[in-house]
Nanobody
Framework: QVQLVESGGGLVQPGGSLRLSCAAS????????MSWYRQAPGKERDVVAT????????TYPDSVKGRFTISRDNAKNTVYLQMNSLNPEDTAVYYC?????WGQGTQVTVSS
């Protein structure tokens, strides 16, 4: 079955960086676009990055454009989210997504 396992979250100071990883299994990873979403307390789950199956194209909402970078390694069945210049508004649980499948999420907290 499809499994998505996120890692790399944690507590970081404003202006800091984190890199999230999502290890995927149970499907042909290289055939599917992958996305990262986030959900802050009391808010809806929103997409923050998407990458095409071969990694040739990426999209971001304006809220993270220029600060977040999604990438993938199809040989390792892993998708990454590099997050720079983090601010408290980036605090949320971050989820990896493919089709209708979700990982368990990893908490990112930006605070001094």
């Amino acid at each position: 079955q499809v499994q998505l396992v996120e890692s790399g979250g944690g507590l970081v100071q404003p202006g800091g960086s984190l890199r999230l990883s999502c290890a995927a299994s149970g499907f042909t990873f290289s055939s599917y676009a992958m996305s990262w979403y986030r959900q802050a307390p009391g808010k809806e789950r929103d997409v923050v990055a998407t990458i095409t199956s071969a990694g040739g194209a990426t999209t971001y909402p304006d809220s993270v454009k220029g600060r977040f970078t999604i990438s993938r390694d199809n040989a390792k069945n892993t998708v990454y989210l590099q997050m720079n210049s983090l601010n408290p508004e980036d605090t949320a649980v971050y989820y990896c997504n493919v089709r209708s499948y979700w990982g368990q999420g990893t908490q990112v907290t930006v605070s001094s």
